[in-house]
């Protein structure tokens, strides 16, 4: 019973490297998000996708690109990293739009 | 800008009291409102959530609070509990996969 499930856990990154986060989800869930979550800001959406072969810009999508490669996983790359982004990263996944999303544990990155 | 706002960072209750989070929201378009729990190295888990048609939502100890005139929603956990101890999220979406979250109310429940 994963639900869903991110890795790396733990990611140290130099400015400029290039990273992947994975996601995948067993639910059989529609949408797929990525946020991150800095002290004070709350989570804020980077990406989704509402369905299979679909994607779209969240909130801050700056320097980040996604990939839906099916109906159960959905990564997010950066190409070349900056200090600003070291962050929280959360994935999650819903049925549909405007319906709870169920999230990962987290993927935590340093980026020096 | 901050859409959804929860402007205490903070709140410590007394076991069996009754804990009440504010959120506040600036988007009159917002039509499905959520609070989620979140504990140290774990993700956010959903709590409960109301519709824009409704005012009121229970379920167990937890119930939602929806003022759309004042763009203000609650969550009352009565009575309130240790294993409570959890930073709590507000967030509001329009029907189009945009979910903002506030930044967060840490909640302490002392035994």
């Known amino acids: 019973n994963a639900g869903v499930t991110q890795t790396p856990k733990f990611q140290v990154l130099k400015t400029g490297q290039s990273m992947t986060l994975q996601c995948a989800q067993d639910?059989?869930?529609?949408?797929m998000y990525w946020y991150r979550q800095d002290p004070g800001m709350g989570l804020r959406l980077i990406y989704y996708?509402?369905?299979?072969?679909?994607?779209d810009k969240g909130e801050v999508p700056n320097g980040y690109n996604v990939s839906r490669l099916n109906k159960r996983e959905f990564s997010l790359r950066l190409e070349s990293a900056a200090p600003s982004q070291t962050s929280v990263y959360f994935c999650?996944?819903?049925?549909?739009?405007?319906?709870?999303?169920?999230f990962g544990d987290g993927t935590r990155l340093s980026i020096l | 800008d901050q859409q959804v706002k929860q402007n205490s960072p903070s709140l410590s209750v007394q076991e069996g009291r009754i804990s009440i989070l504010n959120c506040d929201y600036t988007?009159?378009?917002?039509?499905?409102f959520l609070w989620y729990k979140k504990y140290p190295a774990e993700g956010p888990t959903f709590l409960i959530s109301?519709?824009?048609?409704?005012d009121k939502n229970e379920d167990g100890r937890f119930t939602v609070f929806l003022n759309k005139s004042a763009k203000h929603l609650s969550l009352h956990i009565v009575p309130s509990q240790p294993g409570d101890s959890a930073v709590y999220f507000c967030?509001?979406?329009?029907?189009?996969?945009?979910?903002?979250f506030g930044a967060g109310t840490r909640l302490t429940v002392k035994p």
């Open positions: 999650a996944s819903g049925p549909n739009s405007n319906q709870p999303q169920h």
């Open positions: 639910m059989n869930h529609n949408s």
């Open positions: 996708s509402a369905s299979e072969g679909t994607t």
């Open positions: 988007n009159s378009m917002f039509d499905y």
């Open positions: 109301i519709s824009s048609i409704k």
């Open positions: 967030a509001a979406s329009r029907l189009n996969n945009d979910m903002r």
